[in-house]
């Protein structure tokens, strides 16, 4: 009897042991190299150009910026999509074959997008703490405050000093480009603060002549509330005042310069593990924008179907969505739905009337 508890015992350890190994032991090993096209694409029309990262924000593959370089360097529209946190490189070769298929024919069918004229450049990074592998969830909340810390480096030194640079720099004077900054989580968190301090920092001067229009889609965005004050406030900012003192750059009109923060309070993640990461970084432990919205913009809602219920007058070129008739939990993005209303928002023009100034004194 005694002998046969002992075995049972050996025998729960070793399941436990074998639970808590690394996926990798289980599991393919997937790089963005995988993901040669997407399995919308064909030979003569492709779009899909995939860059990634290490945890030290250095690019992994120099062969795939210098692809997305070239591509873009004759392309009108140019749309840079950052999965979120806990996304192995084989879960987000599955997102990124299903979701940004959806996205550009999304585009396309509302004729925003021309097929030949728009690429998609999909950012990979290392969001999670096990090699290949979703994390258990046992550990979920000491991943989530690692990685976050993790998407802070890759902003400044993987999206902020590599990719913009190599796409934006070597940009033509009157290119007619317009940029969609589309993050997930903490990837929304990362191009947030990696754009706004490029252009602060780099071409804020002739932005106009490079990008025509710049639309930022939040999606369950791991931010702290009071973007109003954040650096991307102080960016729009600073474009109203380089618009308004250059009368040869206005051309950029005032409806196509956005950000949209696409929230849903069933985002468990966002609830309640951003705040404990808040208290971890001795913060207010705050809800983030991602599950509650920001407290100071104006907010629109959704229907069932994904429609906007009702498009009201503009007091701020920062936008609330809320989602929680589509939005299920941190990692329900990837969908038909999701991606329709992206562009609902970006071609909405009503949002934004011609004559919107920004009156409020903002600081960084």
Known sequence: MT??????????????????????????????KDLANLPCESPSSRFFYPVEFDADGNILYEDQLHA??????????????????????????GDYQEFLCRLYRRGVEEQYLAEDQA?????????????????????????????????DTIAVEGIQKRLLPAILDTAELDHEMRLHIIGHSFGARRLIKAVSDYFRTSII????HYVSSVNVVLLLPAIEPGIE??????????????????????RMKPEYLRIFNVYSERDWANRFLFPISEALNFKMPYCSIGACGEPSAPVLTL???????????????????????IISSHSDIYKGRIAGLIWKLITTKELAPSDLAITKSLTP
């Open 68 to 93: 997305a370089k070239v591509a873009a360097l004759t392309r009108r529209d140019i749309i840079i999509f950052v999965h979120g946190w806990d996304k192995s490189a084989g879960s987000v070769d």
């Open 119 to 151: 690429i998609v450049i999909g950012v990979f990074w290392p969001s999670t703490i096990l090699r290949n592998h979703e994390d258990f969830p046992l550990i979920k909340p000491i991943s989530y405050y690692i990685i976050r810390a993790r998407a």
């Open 3 to 32: 002998s046969i508890l002992k075995m049972e015992n050996r025998g729960i350890w070793v399941l436990a042991i074998l639970l808590l190994l690394p996926g990798s032991t289980f599991n393919p090993i997937y790089s963005s």
């Open 229 to 250: 004050n954040s650096q991307a406030s102080q960016f729009i900012l600073e474009i109203n005042r380089g618009l308004g003192e250059r009368h040869r750059v206005s």
């Open 303 to 325: 229907d069932e179907a994904g429609t906007i219920n009702e498009l009201t007058s503009n007091i701020g070129r920062i936008w609330n969505v809320n989602a929680d008739s």
């Open 205 to 208: 001067e002739d932005l106009p």
